[in-house]
């Protein structure tokens, strides 16, 4: 009886021990949701849905993984890259490839990535940067879907203004990010409420 009443024992305190360390790594891979615009190159605003996903970043490996639904890109420019955005100071950092586009995505059916985060960064340590963005940039860059040919010195705008650069296909808030993503009442276009002054509605 005293042997299976510790046997029960060390039962609950592994239990114990998995739960904690389950909802430890739960608080580091914290869900994101990704929004995009319908009102940006590429997007039928009467047929097409808003391109949106989810998004973690998983400290300990690194990099950022996740999926999307919805997303389209301009013609001739079907490579996705991820860049990390400072809204205030208006600058971008290249973090690396999200691929080609995943086509055809919706219901079920949904394109999958996985963004290994250069070393500046780890720990999530983003400093300014408060915005993960995806951008479409030229089919060339990427060769069979994940080779990068070419790497982008700056991220891409859009077609439609060119006033509108960078243009995030999707983006979402970096982790600890002491700022909120608002939107501007049009499609999926968002501004961030930090220092005012020096903001202005992104696609």
């Known amino acids: 009886m005293k042997r299976m009443l510790l046997t029960l024992g060390l039962v609950a305190v592994a239990c114990g021990y998995a739960l904690t360390v389950g909802s430890q790594t739960g608080q580091k891979h914290e ?49 996705i890259f991820a860049w990390v955005h400072d809204t205030v100071n208006q ?45 479409a940039e030229k089919t060339s860059y990427i060769k069979n879907g994940t080779e990068v040919v070419e790497k982008p010195t700056e991220p891409s705008g859009s077609d439609i203004d060119a006033k509108l650069k960078p243009a995030f296909y999707l983006n979402a808030p970096l982790p600890g990010a002491d700022t909120q993503v608002h939107y501007c009442g049009h499609g999926g276009d968002f501004f961030v409420a930090k220092d005012l002054d020096k903001q202005f509605c992104y696609d």
């Open 91 to 135: 600058k971008s950092e290249y973090l690396g490839p999200v691929g080609w586009l995943q086509v055809e995505t919706g219901g079920k059916k949904k394109g999958k990535f996985t963004i290994k985060v250069p070393d500046q960064f780890k720990g999530g340590n983003f400093g300014s940067y408060e915005l993960i963005g995806f951008t």
């Open 31 to 79: 869900v994101q949701q990704m929004y995009g615009s319908l009102l940006i190159d590429g997007y039928d605003f009467k047929k097409d849905i808003g391109p949106k996903g989810t998004i973690i970043y998983d400290e300990e490996k690194n990099e950022f993984r996740g999926t999307y639904i919805g997303l389209k890109m301009p013609q001739g420019r079907r490579s």
